[in-house]
Structure formats: C-alpha cells, structure tokens
C-alpha cells in the first residue's frame, strides 16, 4: 500500500465556511477531527496511511487552520464546534461515520454525540479531553472546586505562548515559544517531529483574542484569581460551559468506544502539566489552597469513570494505554492508532 494523495479544498455550510483535508477515494468514511492550537494538517500522515478503501475527511475546526474564523460562543461548550461538525456531515452526505478524534476534538465528538447521537459512528477517542472539561474539578463526579470555576477558561493560558502564535513565532528563544511547547507537551519526552515545520505552521494559524484562543477570563476572588468568560476555546473547555458526562447515557444504543492514550501524556493526564491544580501540587504556582480544596484535576480517571457507565448502560469500550507514549499517539505510534481506526471502520455498515 502507497501514501495515498491529500487534497484540500472548502466546504461551503449554512453556517460556515469549512476547510478540509480528505483522500482521493475510498468507500467506507472516516471523520477526524484535531485538537487545540493545532488544525487538520495533524492528520495528514493519518490520511496518507488509510487504506484505498476508507476516505478520510478531516476538518479545521473554527478559529483554526483555513475554516472560517467565525468567533467561539463558550456558553454552549464545544456546541459551535459540534454544529460546524454536523454542518460538514449533512453537507457530505454522511450519514453516521466512524469518527478519530484527538484531544479537544474528542469533546467536540462527545457533544456532537449526546446532542444528536444518530450521527456519530463507532468512534476512536484519542487522548480526549474530560468529560468535565479542563480544570478546575476535583472528583471523578466532575465536582467544581470553585462556585465560580475558577483555575479553567481563558485566563489560564501562558500569556507568553498565546503572543507567540500572535506573532507567528518560529524561534526557539523561549520555553513558551509555539515550537518548544509543541516539542514538550504535544509528544513524549525525547521524541522527534520529522515534520515539525508542518506541525508548527499547523499550531500557527491558531487565532488569538477574546472570541477565539484562549478566550475572555473574568477576575476572581478564588484561587488563581481568574475565572473563564463567555467567548472562546479555553472557556469552551471550561466546566463552567462543558459537560458531556451525558455520553454515558449512549451506551444503551450499543455504541463503541475504542478509547487510546499515552501513558506520558502531559497535557491529557491526571498529573496534566497545564492543569493549574497540578502546577499548584507541585509548587509550580504560588497560593495553592491545597488538595482538599483544588487538587489536580483526575482527567483520565474521569473518562475512564464514565465510559465505565457508558458500558454499565451497555455500550463497548476498550483502552489501549500506550507506554512512552506522550499526547498525539497518532504521530508517535501511528500504527497502533491506524489498528483502532480500521477495526472502528470496519465495524461499520458501509454508507459511502
């Protein structure tokens, strides 16, 4: 089997202008939807991996790559991504196709499927974002520290990388440079990008602001003295606006999960190194209240707490954790990732 040809063009939608990457061919479909800070140019290996009989799509989801930069509401969650991912199925006539989605992509799968369940196929969750989104819980029930959800949304952002992607930062001259946070958060330690100008170019065309990346922030009396606002990705993620622990309910439809995650994942993790409550553990940030009042944010359990529900109600799910393996097991170990991906595939009725 040879790399298969990527093409790349625009989706015109009642809502927005869609850019996607999609194969040349192929029967059985396959939907993937990226992460934050980063654009359908992630999947591009995963796509010239598929087999001649699958045709992928992959999106840029808004505020990201060539999509149409319409702005974030985050009072409704991932709920404009989710609708933007609708838009694209009724507009490529698909009907309910197996989807991959990786890190903040699995939330936007996760809404788009307890809002309209008969439009998500057998899926593959990789690394996703908890069901309770990011920061700012303490339990596997999703609990908020903070009335107010304070340490998620917006303000929690390093406010030296977010003027780094404004800037179109390529250097290495800082930790919080776009390129050194690619190289230390989006794959384990010690592994090497060989197309990392594509990947970075890819985190680049992440826009900036209030209604887009990280999104408006509200002060706060509660500790780290930032709450999330109304506009944006951050606050999108934030518990505040995002809760899809709903998804358990789909197992009584006999749904299946093919959940895969990295074992040194350091953005997806219940020990997330971007999680405030963690950084404030590990003495990272000053005035940590302490772990009965903010402890890091048990991400992973969280998923797993629920998709055990989501099988209790009948659902299948697997977890395949890979070891050594850091927070795009797509790129680091494409060929355990592409195994889930075509099971998922297969499972499925032909539609296309």
Known sequence: MGARRVIERDVATERVRL???????????????HGNCSSSAFFDRSLASLPDEVYGIALDLRGFGDTEPAPIDATRGLGDHADDLLALLDAEGLGRPPMLAHSAGGGVVMQLAVEHPDRVGPLVLEAPLSPYGFG??????????????AGSGGGIANPDFVAGLAAGDRSEDDAAAPRNVLRAFYAADGYH???????????????????????????????????????????????????????????????????????????????????????????????????????????VSQTRAVLERFAANGGRYTETALEGIGHSPHL?????????????????????
């Open 19 to 33: 850019h996607v990457r999609e194969t040349e061919g192929g029967q059985r479909p396959l939907v993937l939807v």
């Open 136 to 149: 700012g819980t303490k339990d596997l029930d999703g609990t908020p520290c903070f009335d107010d959800h």
């Open 193 to 299: 990008f060989e197309d990392e100008e594509h990947l970075l170019d890819s985190m680049l065309t992440t826009r900036t602001g209030d209604a887009h990346y990280p999104g408006s922030a509200e002060p706060s009396p509660n500790w780290p003295g930032t709450a999330p606002g109304e506009t944006g990705m951050n606050n999108a993620m934030s518990p505040r606006w995002y809760d899809t622990s709903g998804f358990a309910q789909l197992g009584a439809a006999g749904s299946t999960v093919r959940w895969v995650r990295g074992t040194d994942d350091r953005i997806v993790s219940d020990t997330s190194m971007l999680d405030i409550g963690h950084l404030g553990a590990i003495g990272a940030v000053s005035g940590w209240p302490g772990h009965e009042v903010f402890p890091p944010q048990p991400m």
């Open 332 to 352: 680091e170990a494409p060929d355990a990732v592409l195994a889930l991906v075509l099971a998922a595939v297969r499972e499925q009725p032909l539609e296309r």
